[in-house]
């Protein structure tokens, strides 16, 4: 069998771009990449891919690097014509018959440009301030300094790319009269096993390699031509479009509520302290409400018809056999608006407009609370609310309502332990069992109490539960940290299943 020498071999393996690159450089040698562009009649995308595969073959060498360019602010351009301040500051002293004084300057010249001119004619040493006047340092001009230069170098070439007055540069950088950019520049070398197959290449005539099968090719039998593939080389990953984790749970958990019959209901962000508080009979000395808790806005609203129910019931119990929390209630703090603490003033608000049985509705969307930022708080989050009103539901069925969401969740095991809410009696929290942290407590639940419903003319009992959504998700996603689920992360984002 006859031996193939690296370089023949070579010559199987390029693709006609490359044979076009690596001849043009065979004459440039060393270039850059729009120059070889334009000698291997290639576009620069076409012509760097065939450049890095010639390099991986040991053919060329691209070499990187990065440089600092100089170009002139609109300030530095208007000095570069006008000269600059310290410079038509002397000029003008210099032109004067008497001794001029700061306060002759700013007669003459804006008093912002003064104050820059006398720093730097000190600091360049060519005037001093003695007793008020503005006294040259000798009797000759001063020189064009290194700033001067700079300016008029970039006036003429508009941009600069490397200079030896460094520090003058730096300090009209200071000055923000010149602004500096970093470049990266590639050149692109031949090696000499490129120079030598380039000389091969030129002695063969264009063998036409072939970069599509066809039926003819292949009962022809013509293999000599066809173009040679790595089936081993890594390709590259595509990274398909999907739904944001976060997102996808969030549709995961209606698409559960749908279909154990529940209606989504929606509702205002802002809210009057009425819907968000005190129909919910919270005290309106509840910590709950403090600024620290609360976003409370400078706007009012104004109350529903037949909120003195409500106010009853808060001051005296009502007509619900309740002693309620006694004192003055005051329409003026009920009247206030808030952004949303809870989906629970959607889900009341609801129910005191469709009090009539059966209803079964729940709400997911975002609340706003006071927290600092950390781990596991958030200023903003999704709540999950839901209520049932029939006269035959009870707590057991609470309990039932629960679990099966839960396991539809992929939760298999879930319990219950008393809880306390201000407006559910009896209250419980559910909690449910995940490997590594054991039990996990996820929500509150109860059933209204009538101080609740009374006022709003509900004569049946209500379930009612709320569930922080972002806290399934850490579960669910695995994550450890509250922010990552809002945060732009597209390598999180690209590396999430598609199911969890």
């Not at 291997?40 to 440089?67: C, H, T, W, Y």
Request: a negative charge.
């Amino acid at each position: 069998m006859k031996a193939v020498s690296p370089t023949t071999d070579y010559t199987m393996h390029l693709t006609p771009n490359e044979r076009r690159v690596l001849s043009a450089l065979s004459d440039l040698k060393v270039t850059i990449p729009k120059e070889l562009a334009e000698k291997s009649d290639l576009n620069p995308d076409a012509l760097m891919q065939s450049a890095f595969l010639l390099e991986e073959k040991g053919l060329a060498e691209i070499r990187e690097f990065v440089v600092e360019t100089y170009t002139l602010s609109e300030e530095g351009k208007k000095y570069a014509k006008e000269g600059l301040p310290e410079r038509q500051i002397i000029s003008y002293i210099r032109s004067c018959t008497e001794s001029v004084t700061i306060s002759d300057l700013r007669n003459e010249f804006s008093p912002a440009m003064v104050g820059i001119s006398l720093g730097w004619l000190r600091r360049k040493g060519w005037a001093a301030v003695v007793d008020g006047a503005i006294v040259p340092a000798g009797d000759a001009a001063p020189r064009v300094g290194a700033d001067e230069d700079v300016l008029k170098k970039l006036l003429e070439e508009n941009v600069l790319i490397e200079d030896a007055h460094k520090k003058a540069v730096k300090d009209l950088i200071k000055r923000k009269l010149v602004d500096s950019t970093e470049k990266k520049l590639r050149t692109i070398a031949i090696t000499e096993e490129g120079l030598k197959l380039a000389g091969e290449i030129a002695d063969q005539a264009d063998v036409g390699e072939i970069a599509q099968l066809t039926s003819e090719i292949i009962r022809s039998r013509r293999w000599e031509n066809i173009r040679a593939y790595d089936i081993h080389a890594p390709v590259p990953r595509a990274y398909c479009a999907k739904i944001h984790p976060y997102q996808r749970l969030i549709d995961q958990m209606r698409h559960i509520l749908l279909e154990m019959g529940f209606t989504e209901i929606k509702g205002d962000i802002v809210q009057s302290s009425f819907w968000n508080f005190d129909a919910l009979f919270q005290p309106q000395d509840h910590p709950a409400r403090e600024m620290q808790d609360t976003f409370y806005l400078d706007s009012e609203a104004e109350l529903p018809e037949g909120y003195e129910r409500v106010r009853d019931v808060h001051e005296f119990g009502g007509d619900t056999g309740s002693t309620g929390w006694g004192g003055k209630w005051s329409a003026e703090l009920a009247r206030r608006e808030v952004l949303r603490t809870h989906t629970t003033a959607i889900t009341i608000r609801y129910l005191a407009e469709h009090p009539d049985p059966p209803r079964k509705a729940f709400c997911i969307d975002r609340v706003y609370r006071r927290e600092a930022i950390d781990p596991t708080h958030t200023p903003e989050f999704e709540q999950l609310e839901g209520v049932v009103m029939d006269p035959g539901v009870s707590f057991a069925n609470l309990l039932g309502y629960l679990v099966e969401f839960y396991h539809f969740m992929g939760f298999p095991d879930v319990r219950f332990r008393p809880g306390y809410f201000p407006y559910t009696e009896p209250s419980v929290e559910p909690e449910v069992y995940v490997e590594g942290l054991g039990w996990v407590e996820l929500g509150g639940a109860g059933i209204f109490r009538k101080e609740v419903t009374a006022p709003l003319g509900i004569e049946c009992p209500v379930l009612a539960w709320g569930l922080g959504v972002s806290r399934v998700a850490m579960l669910k996603l695995g994550l450890r940290d509250l922010r990552e689920l809002y945060q732009s992360d597209i390598d999180w984002l690209r590396e999430s299943p598609v199911c969890v």
